[in-house]
């Protein structure tokens, strides 16, 4: 099973969004992002769940955990 981080790297690449426009409607700073891209640094889950809300992903905690 991919992680947060893998499942949103994935998305974030796959939709060709730009990074400026994911900032000016999620309020995540761009620098931050294409860190987060090029797998220079993780999210705060808060961080995260902004990002997973803005493309329509949904987080949750796995059953059993």
Same mark, same amino acid.
Do not use: H, L, S, T
């Given at each position: 099973m991919k992680t947060i981080d893998e499942v949103l790297r994935d998305t974030i690449a796959a939709s060709s969004?730009?990074?400026l426009q994911i900032e000016q409607q999620t309020g995540v700073q761009r620098a931050g992002i294409c860190r987060?891209? =090029?797998?220079e640094r993780t999210l705060r889950l808060d961080t995260a769940a902004v990002l997973a809300d803005f493309f329509g992903l949904e987080l949750r =905690?796995?059953?059993g955990k």
């Open positions: 969004i730009p990074a987060f891209i =090029k797998g =905690k796995r059953e």
